[in-house]
């Protein structure tokens, strides 16, 4: 192995070997949805994300209040500027926020926000990634001298993005273009293309060696046919687990732009990382303001996070034994 | 190895001129230039446009791009348009306490991370395990802004054992040699401004290594998984050697390899995290700058910034292939 | 076996820390007496530089402020120009012809002397400055008091308002003016005006900017020897630890300074500011979070409010997207109707704040009680957009992020509450949020792509032109009216060297301007200090013109 | 007493939610100080689990050993680890099949020696080098002061395997234990490096218990040879006595799969048909049953018996190979 390719060893890595052939694709899968079963990290991140969707779809229509209404302001109760945020009662389980609106609903529909973000967001990193990372790894596996240059060409580009910190990456997205709740998504989900692209790839090009691509050149199958009905669908599996554990630091990453002022600006749809970031002002006075979507974010990070450590041990081969 | 080390650093001059002419063209897309942002709420249309046209921002890209190759290559990154001060004499001034931060940051996460991680491996698949995993990744899942504010409340505002901000208390007369606050202490012999440096490392060090934990952990547990099978970890068993020798010599010297790249791969997002931990401890490091000189379109100290990154990443990760040929006498510099 | 040895070494670093807290702490005791007491003060943002005339901003001014002295200065805690280091002033019957007494026995910090010929080196200084000293960016303030130079070197630069300083003796100087104008003598209490020590700026080279407009380098007397005859002394700037530490000139002709060390501590994060204050490490800071106030004060720190010397209006353009609307005084009109302020006051400002009226704060020269007020009321907004026969109104709305202003503690509260009410009256608003410097100000100072947003002002020195000139006096991209009688008006007020009758004038220009309604002023909010119990002594300023000389430290 | 007494040793390995392997079912055997003794077996047969059992180098979780070795009087799996690692090296020594992964890649070849010599002699610095130099140089490596600063990737195969002797005999040992010391290497140094072994032994008087699934290997060594199929010992006999008259089918397909160079000429090998899955549970028959060319029904109508013959030679089969077979 050159010394240069190493350093690309720890994404590629992953890609490579759940990308490695088995002597049955199938089995291999259920024998990792087995294992997946039995860890209790799995399960635990799976009930986490269940709940944590069931609420994104259905809470919505369940809130006691309009999220956006000041109704703490319009009654008077709220006066934030002078440090007086009603807390827990009755009427609102957690209170109003700073601006008069009812805690639980907001908590409620940011839940659906917050998913949303981070959805679109990795969707975004993993589609980019994914027509980056495929395009250099089937013109690294077929495509000859142009090819492994084109690869060339598209990796570099690709270790730019990957060597620029990231949040100064998502930072100048944003200030480019604008803030709105789409370039949000727009510069979380820039902000994984590179490690989409270098996973996809390396497990294409594992995949590219393997018995049955030799097989099917060897019959004459035409190249981005093999490219597109082989090598594809099998390196899947370990971009999926990326992209489970990309859900998690998308919402990490929104909060961090929120706190930086880059956040969604629209307040009608309350997002954890923007409510976690409003109520910084409000630390000392109502520090719940801060808790409730803190214990949010990190409770669904942490679910993605858990599943898709779980989903990436279950599918490492040489963890297996 | 002496010619494996200029032929990286020859390559990285072609990266480095198409990664400056990315940004330049880039930044200077940025809506709103660095004229609004030094003339704020007083700013009027004849004011901005003498200032563009002073600092040449009227005139067509490539000009602009020209003079500033010109000047970048006689070795001169320009001056900050917010402070007035050599770019590099900022950096010279700023990376330091980012680096000190990084460093401590990395001494924390790898000081609990490497242990956590072997004990998560050898106890695979018991309480002890998930727990170790799930505590490291509970710290990557909590914004580290928040984190910051908590750990300060508790361990600083409640106990008092820590300072929240800044690198060193600003009563401390403290002599600077390096800009290396740690080190210049220690250089001149002020113990306690080095005591006190140190002090002031802790907290956003700490808040700053939760980022590293997690990968540290989870990668230093699958390397040990990995090791722990192997041959040689058996031949050693054999041999009668003492858990602490087989641990240390046979299967954490191993095992380091990986860890040793993704400590390489993590400088990116340290640095992302130190923007985020600089400004919550009022630490003057290079990130909290870099994002107040995003805010005020400073050209210089933007384009000077990012050329340093990658000049830095380049290095760190050849420090990191070299440290290879370290640990692993198989690989030979080629 | 590992969680003794991690409790050991915090125990050692706790060690450390109480050794070098202990040490500290001796030496303060040493030196005995309670006027050897350091003072740090939390700032929330660097100072630039140190050469008065090249500073802008009011983090600059903080520390400025304490080190030098102008011709003229606020009074304590108000906006009047009082005696500084001009005893006193007078003008010729034109209004052109100044003549300043100056105070005796005043030295600077090397040691020289205070006269009539230094107060003229230094405006010569800057009426002569050449090449980058003409740059807006380097002399900002002058050029905005004083228009151009005595050789300008752009065509865009007005003529210069500073036409010629004499001393004729030692504590006299006399300064000639181009023209009347109300700004003088007021404008010389900014610090930007402040006296520096010739030989200094001899020495130190004070003129030698280097590099070029796109990369400007201040010369060694900006970045390290200011010398001036205030009460404090520069010591150094610790620009790797963003700090800046003073110590008291003890041969201060006045009152000398009651601590021996002040130093001045950047921390930007609002909560870090908290934080580092509860915890000690600085003793007190500027900009307090309003909704820290009550908390801060049950937990026995002195809040100190600075008297409302600011405005924040939400600005209604006539050229932008929605002009054909917004140009109708009747739509104007039935925003401002639309509008709670008092509810808005009430919820996000501090105790001491009010709904504004006029477009300049209370108790200025100017201020007019009996211009049209605008009630709260829905119910009218929506019939005054009916008589308009404007419906379905939708308007751009842009307001900032991430800042406070004095005027402003809470941009996006702020839009949200406004957002609702003109809601409430059948206005949509499409949200432009944005980053405060530079997007923001940009956005809504140039061009004609806003609607409505919001902006403020506070207060350089005791001017009511300082307030509505500034907004009004021509025509401007964020208002985007053309209203000739207006424009007039505000020069023949500015040209007027009778005090009564200029303040008469103002009167009229702020009912002119309520009526004419080119946007609606929400509040005026006393912007906070706060010190911890051990410091007292210090007056809050509406100018943030805050006198440490006179702090203790128990 | 026997140096090394094997007793109805078993081993189960046992995973959670996965079915049980018994990977040894009853091994017993001895091995007497100063001797060599074969343990023969195709891969799977639980040879080198056995070994691994003896040694305690099986993983504690998901493992059930059972049954004595009884080592110079002392039952090392009831042993405690400790104890277990001070005998370890010092009086039973190991060597495995593949001499480049079973050396430590990132550590010189001196200190993988030095390091038995400091654990179990005591020794450190020049001391220990020098003995390491020594002992390099009696497993037959040339210029060994400067192979002891070298990697073991730069080392031949035969060079490395030398270097595992040297490990293992650095304490002299009572008990060495080699686990295929040959299969991973070239013919040709497969001869010299038994040569070594058979020195070794001779010098030293250290028993050997010898593990491989080559016949020939323990030909012209072994004192006694004790043949392992799926867990159990289905033939044990002196050497001389099994050249002579193998009773169990498996035993003369394993032979029978070896080229010979004295065979006939004209005669073909026998492999074994089919492959060590094909195992039938011994609580129904003889697990050996689906492959055996000597098959009956009563071979599956339970488990088969040891069978001692008069010379010591006991086989576990209901229709024994006599020697006309043997001679075809």
């Not at chain 1, 997002?271 to 000392?284: C, H, I, P, Y």
Request: charged share 20%; aromatic share 8%; hydrophobic share 45%.
């Amino acid at each position: 192995m050159t010394l240069t390719g190493r350093k690309k060893e720890k994404i590629d890595r992953l890609g490579e070997l759940a990308g490695a052939p088995e002597e049955s694709g199938q089995s291999l899968l259920r024998e990792a949805f087995k294992r997946l079963r039995r860890n209790p990290a799995a399960i635990a991140g799976a009930i986490i994300l269940g709940l944590f969707v069931l609420i994104a779809l259905f809470g919505p229509f369940l809130v006691p209040h309009d999220p956006v209404e000041p109704i703490g302001v319009d009654n008077g109760e709220v006066r934030s500027g002078q440090g007086i945020i009603p807390g827990i009662s009755g009427e609102h389980w957690l209170g109003y926020d700073h601006q008069g609106r009812d805690e639980f609903s907001r908590m409620i529909v940011g839940a659906r926000q917050t998913l949303w973000v981070g959805v679109v967001a990795t969707f975004f990193g993993l589609a980019v990634g994914s027509l980056v990372g495929g395009l250099a790894g089937a013109s690294y596996g077929l495509g000859g001298k142009w090819g492994r240059r084109l690869d060339g060409f598209l990796m570099r580009t690709v270790d730019i993005l990957l060597a620029m910190p990231s949040l100064l990456l998502a930072v100048s997205i944003v200030a480019i273009l604008g803030r709105s709740l789409l370039s949000v998504m727009i510069a979380v989900g820039m902000v994984s293309v590179p490690v989409f692209a270098r996973l996809l790839r390396g497990s294409m090009i594992a995949q590219s060696s393997s018995d049955y691509v030799l097989a099917a050149t060897a019959l004459g199958v035409k190249r981005n046919k093999i490219a597109l009905s082989h090598l594809l669908p099998n390196s899947l599996a370990p971009v999926l687990v990326q992209a489970t554990l990309t859900l998690a630091t998308a919402i990490i990453e929104a909060a961090g732009l929120s706190f930086l002022g880059l956040g969604n600006p629209d307040s009608a749809a309350p997002e954890w990382g923007v409510m976690l970031a409003d109520a910084q002002g409000f630390l000392d006075v109502r520090p719940g303001l801060a808790i409730y979507p803190a214990v949010g974010i990190i409770i669904t990070a942490l679910g993605f996070t858990l599943l898709g450590e779980a989903m990436r041990e279950a599918l490492d081969p040489k963890l297996r034994k | 190895m002496f010619r494996f080390i200029v032929r990286r650093l020859l390559q990285l001059i072609p990266t480095l001129f198409g990664l400056s002419l990315l940004l330049f063209v880039w930044l200077h897309r940025l809506p709103g230039g660095p004229e609004t942002a030094i003339l704020g709420e007083r700013s009027t249309p004849e004011l901005r446009a003498r200032i563009r046209e002073e600092m040449g921002l009227d005139q067509p890209i490539w000009v602009q791009y020209g003079r500033f190759m010109k000047r970048v290559l006689s070795g001169d990154l320009g001056t900050s348009i917010g402070t007035k001060r050599p770019v590099t004499t900022e950096f010279l001034e700023r990376f330091p306490g980012t680096v000190e931060l990084t460093i401590t940051a990395l001494i924390i996460a790898v000081g609990i991370g490497i242990p956590l991680g072997y004990i998560a491996a050898r106890r695979r698949g018991t309480w002890i395990d998930q727990l170790s995993v799930g505590g490291a990744l509970l710290g990557i899942c909590i914004p580290v802004f928040f984190l910051g504010y908590i750990v300060k409340e508790v361990l600083a505002v409640n106990f008092g054992w820590f300072p929240t901000t800044g690198r060193q208390d600003v009563t401390i007369d403290a002599t600077r040699v390096t800009g290396f606050f740690v080190l210049d202490g220690l250089l001149t012999r002020e113990w306690d401004a080095a005591a006190d440096a140190i002090m002031h490392l802790i907290l956003p060090g700490i808040v700053l290594a939760s980022i590293p934990l997690a990968s540290i952990v989870r990668i230093t547990r699958a390397s040990v998984l990995e090791v722990v099978q192997e041959d040689y970890v058996r031949t050693a068993e054999a041999k009668g050697l003492t858990e602490q020798t087989v641990r240390s010599r046979h299967i954490l010297r191993n095992a380091m390899l990986p860890v040793a790249t993704t400590i390489g791969l993590l400088t990116g997002s340290l640095l992302s995290g130190a923007v985020l931990t600089e400004t919550v401890f009022a630490f003057s490091g290079i990130g909290a700058f870099i994002v107040e000189a995003i805010d005020r379109r400073d050209y210089p100290v933007l384009m000077g910034f990012i050329m340093i990154v990658a000049v830095i990443y380049v290095l760190v990760n050849l420090l990191v292939d070299l440290s290879y040929s370290l640990i692993d006498p198989r690989v030979r510099v080629r | 076996m590992r969680a003794p040895r991690l409790r050991a070494a915090f125990a050692v670093a706790a060690v450390a820390s109480l050794v070098v807290a202990g040490c500290a702490e001796s030496d303060r005791d040493d030196s005995g007496s309670g006027s050897d007491k350091t003072l740090v003060f939390g700032a929330a943002g660097d100072a630039k530089v140190l050469d008065p005339t090249f500073a802008s901003d009011g983090e600059t001014f903080r520390v400025l402020r304490q080190m030098y002295e102008g011709l003229v200065r606020s009074e304590e805690g108000g906006t009047k120009p009082v005696a500084g280091l001009a005893e006193s002033w007078s003008s010729d019957a034109a209004g052109l012809v100044w003549t300043f007494k100056l105070r005796k026995g005043v030295k600077f910090h090397d040691g020289t002397d205070f006269n009539g010929e230094a107060v003229c080196v230094n405006f010569n200084r800057w009426y002569n400055a050449k090449g980058l000293m003409q740059s807006p960016d380097v002399t900002a303030y002058w050029q905005d008091i004083f228009g151009g130079f005595a050789k300008n070197e752009s065509d865009k630069l007005p003529e210069s308002l500073f036409k010629s300083c004499s001393a004729p003796d030692a504590g006299t100087a006399v300064i000639t003016i181009s023209r009347v104008t109300s700004k003088f003598p007021a404008a010389l209490m900014l610090p930007a005006f402040s006296i520096s020590s010739p030989e200094a700026l001899k020495k130190y080279n004070a003129d030698g900017l280097g590099g070029t407009a796109d990369s400007v380098t201040y010369p060694e007397y900006a970045t390290g020897h200011p010398v001036g005859t205030g009460p404090f002394k520069f010591v150094k700037w610790d620009t790797a630890n963003k700090s800046v530490e003073l110590e008291r000139n003890d041969a201060y002709y006045g009152e000398k300074a009651k601590v021996k060390k002040l130093i001045f501590k950047t921390i930007s994060d609002v909560n870090a500011r908290k934080q580092a204050l509860k915890n000690g490490e600085i003793q007190g800071y500027d900009l307090v979070d309003p909704a820290d106030i009550p908390g801060l004060k049950s937990d026995g720190f002195n809040i100190l409010p600075r008297p409302a010397f600011n405005v924040l209006y939400l600005a209604i353009n006539q050229s932008g997207p929605g002009k054909a609307a917004t140009s109708n005084v009747k739509v104007r009109q039935a925003i401002a109707h639309a509008i709670n302020r008092e509810a808005i006051v009430k919820a996000k400002y501090p105790d001491g704040s009010s709904v504004a009226i006029n477009f300049q704060p209370p108790g200025l020269e100017g201020y007019n009680d009996g211009v049209t007020k605008y009630e709260y009321s829905t119910e009218k907004a929506k019939q005054l957009l009916a008589e308009a026969g404007v419906t379905n109104l939708k308007l751009k709305f842009h307001y900032p992020t991430e800042v406070t202003r004095p005027y402003m503690p809470a941009p996006k509260d702020i839009y949200e509450l406004i957002a609702a009410d003109l809601t409430k009256a059948g206005i949509t608003t499409e949200a432009v949020p944005l980053k405060w410097n530079p997007d923001y100000l940009n956005a809504v100072q140039t061009g004609a792509d806003h609607d409505l947003h919001l902006l403020g002002w506070t207060g350089d020195y005791g001017d009511a032109y300082n307030f509505i000139g500034t907004f009004f006096d021509r025509q401007k991209d964020e208002w985007g009216f053309n209203n000739p009688t207006l424009f007039e008006a505000f020069k023949k007020a500015d040209s007027e060297p009778d005090a009564t009758k200029r303040t008469a004038q103002y009167k009229e220009i702020n009912k002119q301007v309520m009526d004419f309604l080119p946007g609606v002023p929400i509040a005026h909010g006393p912007p906070s200090l706060v010190f911890n119990k051990s410091v007292s002594g210090i007056k809050a300023s509406p100018l943030t013109d805050e006198r440490f000389v006179t702090a203790e430290v128990k | 007493m026997a140096l090394l007494e094997v007793k109805d040793l078993s081993v189960v390995f046992a995973r959670k939610g996965e079915r049980e392997v018994r990977a040894v079912d009853g091994v017993s055997f001895d091995v007497d100080a100063g001797e060599v003794v074969g343990l023969v077996g195709e891969s799977g047969c639980g040879k080198s689990v056995t070994s691994l059992a003896i040694m305690g180098l099986l993983p504690k979780r998901g493992v059930r050993v059972s049954g004595q070795a009884t080592f110079d009087g002392m039952n090392l799996l009831q042993t405690d680890e400790r104890t277990l690692r001070d005998i370890r090296g010092r009086d039973v020594a190991m060597i495995f099949q593949d001499p480049l992964s079973s050396l430590n890649p990132v550590v010189p070849i001196g200190l993988q020696v030095t390091e038995v010599l400091t654990r179990h002699r005591g020794m450190k610095g020049e001391a220990a080098k020098k003995e390491a130099a020594h002992l390099l140089e009696r497993v037959g490596i040339p210029d060994p002061t400067r192979r002891l600063k070298e990697y073991p990737h730069q080392l031949s195969g035969g060079m490395r395997q030398r270097a595992l002797i040297a490990m293992a005999v650095a304490c002299a040992p009572r008990l060495l234990i080699a686990d295929e010391p040959t299969t991973a290497l070239d013919v040709t140094i497969q001869a010299q490096i038994l040569e070594l072994l058979k020195d070794l032994v001779r010098d030293s008087g250290t028993a050997l218990l010898m593990i491989t699934h080559d016949l020939g290997v323990v030909a012209g060594m072994c004192k006694s040879i004790n043949v392992l199929y799926a867990g159990r010992r289905v033939e044990s006999a002196p050497r001389r006595v099994l050249f002579a008259q193998r009773h169990h089918p498996y035993t003369v397909g394993l032979l029978g799969s070896i080229p010979r160079l004295d065979a006939p000429k004209g005669e073909k090998l026998r492999p074994i048909t089919g492959s060590v899955r094909d195992v039938l549970p011994w609580a129904e028959g003889c697990a050996f049953a689906p492959r055996c060319f000597n098959r009956v029904d009563r071979c599956v109508d339970g488990p088969p018996e040891l069978v001692w013959t008069a010379a010591q030679h006991g086989y576990r089969c209901v229709n024994p190979v006599m020697e006309a077979e043997t001679a075809k």
